[in-house]
């Protein structure tokens, strides 16, 4: 008995993370969920915001103040970075999903195009707002 | 695209798939929907946070905006329901954490999207 218990805790799980080597479309592929669950806190930041719009002026005002804070930039700065990626990525899925760009040579450029993407309109809106005030 | 699949096989699936294809597609539709509409919100939050309360108020007003800002809000929660809903699916294997963990995010995604939409239709129809 117990040595049929101890047997069937020592198989071997399913080929995971740790056979693999490392490459881009894993990393792509894991980025889409971690930036999902970040841009859903994201989300929950948008509504707050709507209800203190609909609050008030006060509730308003400590709304900006947070999100003005050196915490809430730096928030607002991955948050800037997760949509950006996860808009690029999301796209790329619906190419894939069209039937398009699955070889292997395509979904590695796709995956480079998706970072280059990631890091040019984060800084690009991130230079707007330090131009217009906004930060 | 390359079809895997033979004639025979295409034709079997047809059978099956009409209703189940629904769920699918229509998480697609609203993934597509999000592409301008956040891109929209991104330029319409630069706009706000260089703004104060008087601007995001009048901001609000302008029918376009809150029509936008309402199907945003709405599409996004949705579409984060379904995403979350897969994340949880694919970890919790366990069938009451699961369930529970499903509800917590159904309940949170259409607790804070009715919350945020009311919010913007109190604004936009001259409430604040």
């Known amino acids: ?135 | 695209m390359a079809s895997y699949r033979t004639p025979l096989s295409r034709a079997r699936g047809l059978g099956s798939a009409k209703h189940g294809v629904t769920h699918w597609i229509s998480e697609r539709v609203g993934a597509i929907a999000l592409v301008p509409l956040t891109l929209w919100a991104a330029f319409g939050v630069l706009r706000l946070a260089a703004g104060d309360y008087g601007f995001a108020v009048a901001w609000i007003r302008e029918p376009l905006n809150a029509t936008l800002m309402v199907l945003t809000l709405a599409i996004s929660f949705w579409h984060m329901h379904a995403g979350l809903r897969v994340v949880v699916e694919d970890y919790v294997d366990q069938t009451l954490n699961r369930s529970v963990l499903l509800l917590i995010n159904l309940f949170v995604c259409g607790l804070a999207g009715a919350l945020a939409v009311f919010s913007i239709l109190k604004v936009a129809l001259g409430g604040a």
């Open chain 1, 1 to 135: 008995m117990t040595d049929t218990a101890k047997v069937q805790r020592e198989r071997p799980l399913s080929p995971h993370l740790q056979v693999w080597r490392w490459h881009i479309t894993m990393a792509t592929s894991i980025l889409h969920r971690a930036t999902g669950v970040a841009l859903y806190v994201g989300a929950l930041i948008a509504a707050a915001w709507a209800v203190a719009l609909a609050e008030g002026p006060d509730a308003y005002a400590t709304f900006k103040l947070a999100m003005g804070s050196p915490l809430g930039k730096l928030v607002m700065f991955g948050l800037t970075l997760s949509f950006f990626y996860h808009l690029a990525n999301g796209i790329r899925h619906l190419v894939w999903d069209s039937g398009h760009g699955l070889d292997v040579k395509s979904a590695n450029a796709s995956a480079v195009l998706v970072f280059a993407f990631t890091a040019a309109a984060t800084i690009a809106v991130w230079a707007i707002a330090a131009m217009t005030g906004a930060i």
